[in-house]
C-alpha cells in the first residue's frame, strides 16, 4: 500500500497522455502559447504501461487518462487495452473536453474505458467561445455525450467550472440538463495556477450550493463511483447527483489520495506545489521494475500536506494543462 509522510493513502494516478488541446480554454492555456512537449518526451504506450503496473503492484487500484485533450493521442484505445491487462486496475476512467467523443466512445468503451468526466462550462454557444476560443464545440461535446450514452457508459459527469461575470447565470441552465440527461454535474472552483489562472475571476460554490438546496431540497450524498475530491449533493430521490470541487473554500487537501503523470514522465505530488519526481531518464536508462517501484515509494515522500493557493496565489508559475488535468 502506497501512503504518504501524513498518512494519506495514495491509489489514485491521472496519467496525461498529451499536454495538446484542440481548444484553448481561458483557464488552463495562456493565449498564444506553444511551447508544448515534443513527441519524443511523451511517454509511449509501453512507458505508461510499466508505470501504471508499478503504481498497480503497490496497491493503486484507480487510474484516469487525461491530457491536455487526450483523444488526441493517437490509438488511445490500445493504450486502454494494455492497461486493462494490468492486476490491480480496478477503475478506468477518461477526462476529455468531448470535441471528439462522438467518434471515440464506443472503441474506448470497448477496450476497457469504465466512466467518463467531460468538461462543459455551458449551454450557450457565445458563452463557450469566449471561454474556449470555439463557439463551434458545443454542438460536437453535445453529440458525443449523446454517443456516450448509447455507447452504455454509466455515471457520465460533467465538470463545469465557475468563472466569475462569465458563466455564473449557466449553473441552473445545466443542472437542469443534467436532470434530464442523467448525468452527474460537478461544480469546480477555478484554482489560481499560472498567470492565466490567477486572472480568472473567483467564484466560491458555497452560496450556489445554497440556493440549489432550497431550490431542489439538496441532501449530502455519497457517491457510489469515483475516488476524486468532489463532495456530493443529491436529490431526496437519490436521481440526481451534484458535486462540488471546492480547492478554495473548502479545501480536501487532508484526503487527498492521488498523484499526477504528466505526459513527458514527471510525477507532480500536488496541483498547488512544485514537488516533482522524474521518471523518464529511469525508464529510458533500462531500470527495473524494483528500481521503478522505489523511485515511486520516493517520490510519494515528497507530497507535500496542503496546497497554498490561498495564502500564496502568486507561487505557481505553472499553468493546469502542464500538470494534466
Known sequence: MLQDRFGRRIDYLRIS??????????YCIPEGFRGFEVPEAWLSFEEITRVVRAFANLGTSHFRLTGGEPLLRKNLS???????????????SLSTNGTRL????????QAGVDRLNV????????CIAEITGNGRSLAKVLEGLQKAKQAGYSKIKLN????????EQDVMPMLEYCIENQFTLRLIETMPMGDT???????SAQPIIQSLQAKYGLVAGQESVGVGPARYWQTPDGKFSLGLITPISQHFC??????????DGTLYMCLGQEERFELRPMLRAGCSDEELEQAIREAIELKPERHEFTEKPEKLIRFMSMTGG
Request: proline share 0%; aromatic share 2%; hydrophobic share 40%.
Open 254 to 263: 487532508e484526503t487527498c489520495n492521488r498523484v499526477r503523470l504528466a505526459v
Open 119 to 126: 468538461s462543459l462550462d455551458s449551454l450557450r454557444g457565445e
Open 160 to 167: 463545469m467550472v465557475l468563472l466569475k461575470d462569465i458563466n
Open 102 to 109: 462522438a467518434q471515440h466512445a464506443e472503441s474506448l468503451r
Open 197 to 203: 489562472g490567477r486572472k480568472m475571476g473567483y467564484v
Open 78 to 92: 490500445e493504450l486502454v487495452t494494455q492497461l486493462r491487462t494490468i492486476d490491480g486496475v480496478k477503475d478506468l
Open 17 to 26: 497522455v498529451t499536454d495538446r488541446c484542440d481548444l484553448r480554454c481561458a
